[in-house]
């Protein structure tokens, strides 16, 4: 069974500009979360969606957005990009959500310049 | 608020030695726990985990945890130290709100393994 995909690994963008990160779960999970890994701050939860619908969203500025689509892949995008959004942008999925384990994605290395 | 403490940011053993990372975690209901790990350029690696049941868990690659309510506590241990376990390691607490699960994360320990 494949793992949790995620498009592309590394990304190099510069201030102002967007940014669209795209991920794959495994086949037949419904719930797909996104996560920010920074030194600092270490790894911080931005938002899951279940069935296409957001049921949850962390602390993060609106500029940080995501969608689900019907086939479960999800993307998130960050637009006028900051120096601080530098960061591994890890995405995870679950059967079903609740307490299932999450199953990680290598992530996307986004670094801003 | 759930939250959780791994005390130690970095821990260092020698190969064939004891490895003990601790894990205190907070919650106000009964914890879900998990830890993960990171090899460096990859994502996290689901160890082991803790929903109910048997406190004493067994993971992947010999490791093992064990909850103890009294004391807060999920620390990890893996009797005898490869050089392949030097890595990043995460202790988490599963946060439900409205159906949806957050994993709330430790700070991580780096786990070097002295040959």
């Known amino acids: 069974k494949a793992g949790v995909t995620q498009t592309p690994r590394y990304l190099i963008k510069t201030r102002g500009q967007q940014v669209t990160l795209s991920c794959s779960p495994i086949?037949?999970?419904?719930?797909v979360s996104w996560y920010q890994q920074t030194p600092g701050q270490g790894l911080q939860f931005l938002f899951e969606y279940f069935s296409e619908t957001q049921r949850n969203k962390g602390n993060f500025p609106g500029r940080f957005s995501g969608r689900q689509f019907s086939n479960s892949r999800s993307e998130m995008n960050v637009s006028t990009l900051e120096l601080g959004d530098s960061a591994l942008y890890l995405c995870?999925?679950?059967?079903?959500?609740?307490?299932?384990?999450?199953?990680f994605g290598d992530g996307t290395r986004l670094s801003i310049l | 608020a759930q939250s959780v403490t791994q005390l130690g940011s970095h821990v260092s053993v020698s190969e064939g030695a004891l490895v003990l990372l601790r894990c205190n975690y907070s919650?106000?209901?009964?914890?879900?726990l998990f830890w993960y790990v990171q090899y460096p350029n990859q994502g996290l690696q689901l160890l082991l985990k803790y929903t109910t049941g048997a406190t004493l868990v067994k993971g992947i690659n010999g490791f093992e945890a064990e909850f103890k309510k009294s004391e807060t506590s999920f620390h990890l241990t893996k009797p005898s130290a490869h050089m392949s376990d030097a890595a990043e390691y995460f202790c988490a607490v599963s946060v439900i709100i409205q159906g949806a699960q957050k994993l709330v994360f430790g700070q991580g320990t780096r786990l070097t393994i002295n040959p």
């Open positions: 995870a999925s679950s059967s079903r959500g609740g307490n299932q384990p999450q199953h």
């Open positions: 919650s106000s209901v009964p914890p879900y």
């Open positions: 086949s037949g999970h419904r719930s």
